[in-house]
């Protein structure tokens, strides 16, 4: 009999352990699942904060985000919450703050492919990565340390 209750206690224990996740598992956060479900080649841009409202895909350089030509048209700086890019390995994504891929830029790389809230970042001159105007394709190797969008100081 105690051979049954040990059992019994043991399936019951294994059951809740499949049913209730360890406390040291994190959930994706919501530009994870759209980084996983993207298709490659593109830049996105979402009108809110988590990658939530696509805006735009670009797959192609574009020098001016407010004009209405090239794969992203007609956005008045600030209008980008967010942003993934999911290039192919090797790439890498320039986003000025000025349109003609002029002015302060950052890089987003695959080793860090998203901002999941633009307003919470800095160019580096201190002003805020939702005022991109335009983007560039380039080799990641293009990309320095310097180039990482900086955590705005609260």
Same mark, same amino acid.
């Given at each position: 009999m105690r051979t049954f209750s040990a059992t019994l206690t043991a399936l019951a224990l294994a059951a809740l352990g499949a049913l209730v996740p360890a406390t040291g598992a994190q959930a994706a956060t919501p530009c994870d699942n759209a980084w996983n479900s993207a298709p490659p080649g593109? /830049?996105?841009?979402?009108?809110?904060?988590?990658?939530?409202? /696509?805006?735009?895909?670009? *797959?192609?350089?574009?020098?001016?985000?407010?004009?209405?030509?090239?794969?992203?048209?007609?956005?008045?700086?600030?209008?980008?919450?967010? /942003?993934?890019?999911?290039?192919?390995?090797?790439?890498?994504?320039? /986003?000025?703050? *000025?349109?003609?891929?002029?002015?302060?830029?950052?890089?987003?790389?695959?080793?860090?492919?998203?901002?999941?809230?633009?307003?919470e970042l800095t160019f580096p001159d201190g002003r805020p990565v939702n005022s991109i105007r335009s983007h560039q394709w380039v080799s990641a190797s293009e990309c320095a340390a310097r180039d990482r969008p900086n955590r705005r100081k609260q």
């Open positions: 593109y /830049l996105y841009l979402y009108g809110s904060t988590n990658c939530n409202g /696509l805006l735009a895909r670009a *797959g192609a350089d574009d020098p001016d985000w407010d004009d209405t030509s090239g794969p992203v048209r007609g956005l008045d700086t600030g209008d980008v919450g967010s /942003l993934l890019q999911k290039g192919t390995t090797g790439m890498a994504v320039k /986003l000025y703050e *000025g349109p003609g891929h002029t002015g302060d830029h950052v890089c987003l790389t695959r080793s860090e492919p998203y901002v999941s809230e633009t307003s």
